[in-house]
């Protein structure tokens, strides 16, 4: 028995260990673009968040040194307020996020909030004032109620739904055979890529984290799910400082600034109609967007009627 025992046990160690981990990440995330260069400084102290205010200063950064990614950038996301990044493929806007996890730190300059240089803090306390909703949620293989608990255990049944109703994902919950104990993940329902959205806005309304991170989906929702998503995405931006690495446009127009980032380095920066106004890169990135959208609800419709 103690020989049979052992390797139960080791085993129960590996599987406990991996759970920790799953439930340590956010969003595996962090597992995505893990770095164990980062450590915590042996005198780290805890962040302590005031009124949340994000700055990024003359940041350079690089994934290999031979190759730099953002070239000096600088930005401030006020306390509450709303900044769109937004730009080409491959531009370094999910790289600002990465950063401002601290999953890497910049070569050169710096990010602070509130005044504190986020390489100076313990990375827990930075993670705990972070909400991510991400392009792409994994959902863990659990009921879809756990799945949204999961940005804060301790939360009653009743906030666990109020999260659900604010994410807009509530009445999908309660059609299904067993509510908010349906199994999801590989082996249960599988969601689509908006549902699983909500679903993470879901978890992060229940975090209630003073600053957020939404990281757009690439791929293309139909405009309904859109409108829907965009809907509970403000809800839950309200009041928070919020900083939206933008694929698609329609979720800038209401931004309090948008940042055009071209080839690492912030190359327009004002409202929506300013930036219309100009006539520059951000107007053409709009145009080209709004003529892909057209087209691809063009195409919709002719296969709706085939
Ligand atoms: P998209 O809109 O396509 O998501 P993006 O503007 O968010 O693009 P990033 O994901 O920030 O772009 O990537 C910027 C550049 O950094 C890209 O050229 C990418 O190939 C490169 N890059 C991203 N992650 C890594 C990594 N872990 N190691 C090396 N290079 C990377």
Redesign the pocket.
């Known amino acids: 028995l103690v020989q049979l025992s052992m390797p139960l046990n080791f085993m129960g160690m590996i599987y406990r260990e991996i759970k920790q981990a799953l439930i340590d990440i956010d969003d595996m995330f962090r597992i995505l673009?893990r770095n164990p260069e980062i450590a915590d400084r042996p005198d780290a102290a805890p962040l302590a968040v005031g009124t949340a205010a994000v700055r990024f200063e003359d940041v350079h950064f690089a994934?290999?040194l031979d190759?730099p990614?953002l070239r000096g950038v600088s930005f401030a996301v006020p306390s509450g307020k709303t900044v769109a990044?937004v730009?080409?493929?491959?531009?370094?806007?999910?790289?600002?996020s990465?950063l401002l996890f601290r999953f890497?730190e910049p070569q050169s300059g710096r990010i602070t909030i509130d005044g504190q240089d986020i390489a100076a803090v313990r990375q827990d306390s930075l993670r705990a004032a972070i909400g991510m909703v991400p392009?792409d949620t994994v959902l863990f293989n659990d009921t879809i109620g756990y799945n949204i608990r999961y940005g804060r255990w301790e939360a009653s049944d009743a906030e666990v739904r109020e999260a659900a109703r604010l994410a807009q994902i509530d009445r999908f919950i309660e059609a299904l055979p067993e509510g908010y104990d349906t199994p999801v993940g590989e082996r249960g329902l599988k969601l689509s890529g908006g549902e699983k959205q909500r679903v993470a806005i879901a978890r992060t309304i229940l975090k209630g984290p003073p600053i957020l991170v939404l990281?757009e989906a690439?791929s293309a929702l139909d405009s309904f799910t859109e409108r829907e998503i965009q809907h509970a995405l403000d809800r839950v931006a309200q009041g928070r400082t919020t900083l939206v690495?933008a694929?698609r446009l329609s979720t800038v127009v209401n931004a309090d600034e948008i940042l055009v980032?071209d080839r690492?380095a912030i190359v327009e920066r004002g409202t929506h109609g300013a930036l219309l106004a100009r006539g520059g890169t951000y107007a053409a990135l709009w145009n080209r967007q709004r003529e892909a959208d057209a087209a691809r609800e063009a195409l919709k419709r002719a296969e709706d009627r085939e």
Do not use: E, F, M, V
């Open positions: 673009h994934y290999n190759r990614i990044i730009g080409p493929s491959g531009a370094g806007k999910s790289t600002l990465r890497y392009q990281d690439t690495i694929h980032l690492g």
